[in-house]
């Protein structure tokens, strides 16, 4: 049988991929091109959008339109009727420009990444298909641009219309997509085999591999840092970890990590882990590990997570170290969960926190990105009653939402590399992380999607109840640190500078370059990138986040150093290391990093 597969890839396939590449054929006819590229992805485009595939110029025009109103941007309650006939004159208008843009080559593939290589510029056609490609998607955005509807209708069908450009880039398919058939040549066809093998395996996981999932293992290449669960309930396990130093400061710290994820994004290679860091640098250091969520936790709620979790923590951490007060640091919806218990504890009268450091955390959700495309009154009542009353919401759903907010980066460009190219997914620490997703308890998740994505209840202050006490962020009165990434596309920058604001003590405000995860994890030894702190050393904040960032320093290097120096003095005074991990009341349980990071996502819930 492997006979016979050989034989046919070589007397068929090869053929027709140099046909492909070669034939004047397709460099004259663009039109049998195009129908190529849309045979292909045919499958692709009907689960994205659940349009038909347009066979010429005309019905390519009608299937954009079609596309828009059928993601919901555009209804005949809002008139979407007359925004579709603007839409249409505008686009007529455009087609003019886009004409003679090509008919002087437009270059624009040239500029873009997935166009870049020599088998794309130097074949007229492909370099051709490429910048018609660019120039139709352009001007469809202008199209969609110039309709007269609200602005989160606007931004909606933005969002979704750029998903259907980007799914259908001619890159995406191996017909044409020249440097998958040089590839395919060149291997003589063993880089299609492999790529459909590699499709193969994605198929049963259920999603796009973005690393090599088999290069490493928790406890042992990851989240190696030495250390004891000292405590553990059914919704997380506490890490101590190991002292490195002769003396430690007196008061610990918790980390409260995000529970969409694991904590070890904190934890990843020795060389990359800040809580190894932060160990080095004298700092006893606590961290949560979220449990994993089966379908017996499916019941528990935002109040849990805060009583039975944050809170919890908090109080061991105190009987554990024998002090009165801790020092916290939250990152990304942790910093959310750590808000609301800093807000609880201080609104209840409990002063057993010094200081709180917030990375790329949202409070203020009123401009939440691109995410915001996917969140509306219906969206969310659709889940409350499929999950609102228990139910497990799935890591891999999540991750997808995420991963569409940078489609080309995190999806598309691994659809080439490994379906079409057939490659290998890199070794890469921060991405086996970012594909080691966790499932949610659905209350849990219908009440912070509620309240912060769509109704953004948090900081209206006594609008809404967490354990039963009225939430207002200004009760935050202990000095916080709160850092933000200029690019992140998860938390906004401004929004985690408004977020800031809302906050009633002092706030040093710290602006660092790249993204969500690359902005936090850039670790000191390598003096890597940059950041932007106030010019002077006052903690107040200015108006605005622009207004902040004009009267900002940019500094060369990690943000870790300033943090570090910024947090010594409320660690209190410096004490002989505890060795000895845990205490007489939560004796050690087991090794870092424990069971419950280990668990992996549940899938048939």
Known sequence: MFESAQNVRMVFVIPLIKDCLMSNTYANDFQKLISQMQQAGQNWLRSLSGVPIPANAAELQTAWLKAVEAMGALTPSSGGTAALGAMQAHWKAEQQKLMAQLSHGSGQSAQDKRFQSADW???????????????????????????????????????????????????????TNPEALRLAIDTKGESLCQGAENFGGDLAKGYVSITDETAFKVGK??????????????????????????????????????????????????????????VSKGHTVFVMSWRNVDSSMGKLTWDDYIAQGVVKAVDVVRLVTNVE????????????????????????????????????TFVDFTDVGDIGAYIDEAFVAAREREVGQGGVVRGSDLAFAFSSLRANDLIWSYVISNYLKGSKPPAFDLLYWNADSTNLPGPWYCWYIRNTYLE???????HVKVCSVPIDMSYIDMPSF???????????????????????????????????????????????????????????????????LENAEEVPGSWWVKWVAWLAPYGGRKIPARDLLGSHQFPPIEDAPGRYVRAKMDEKH
């Open 221 to 278: 290449d990851i989240a190696v840092s030495p250390g004891k669960v000292v405590f553990e309930n059914d919704l997380f396990q506490l890490i101590q970890y190991q002292p490195s130093t002769s003396q430690v400061y007196l008061r610990p710290m918790l980390f409260v990590p995000p529970c969409i994820n694991k904590f070890y994004i904190l934890d990843l290679t020795p060389e990359n882990s800040l809580i190894r860091y932060l």
């Open 325 to 360: 007060k801790i020092n916290t640091l939250g990152f990304c919806v942790g910093g959310t969960l750590l808000a609301c218990a800093l807000s609880v504890l201080r609104r209840m009268g409990h002063d057993v926190v010094e200081s709180a450091t917030f990375l790329t």
């Open 121 to 175: 510029q130097t074949a007229a056609h492909y370099r051709l298909l490429a910048d018609a490609y660019l120039a139709t998607s352009q001007s469809l955005l202008k199209s969609l641009d110039a309709v007269d509807m609200q602005a989160a209708q606007k931004k909606r069908a933005r969002f979704f219309l750029k998903q259907y450009l980007d799914a259908i880039a001619p890159s995406n398919f191996l017909a």
């Open 482 to 548: 709160v850092f933000a990434a200029r690019e992140d596309h998860i938390v906004p920058w401004h929004s985690a500078y408004a977020s800031a604001a809302s906050f009633g003590g002092a706030v040093e405000f710290t602006l660092g370059a790249s993204g969500h995860i690359a902005g936090v994890v850039n670790p000191a030894w390598k003096n890597k990138r940059s950041f932007w702190q106030h010019k002077s050393s006052s903690a107040t904040l200015e108006a605005s986040a622009d207004q902040w």
């Open 456 to 462: 953004n209840n948090l900081v209206k202050p006594d």
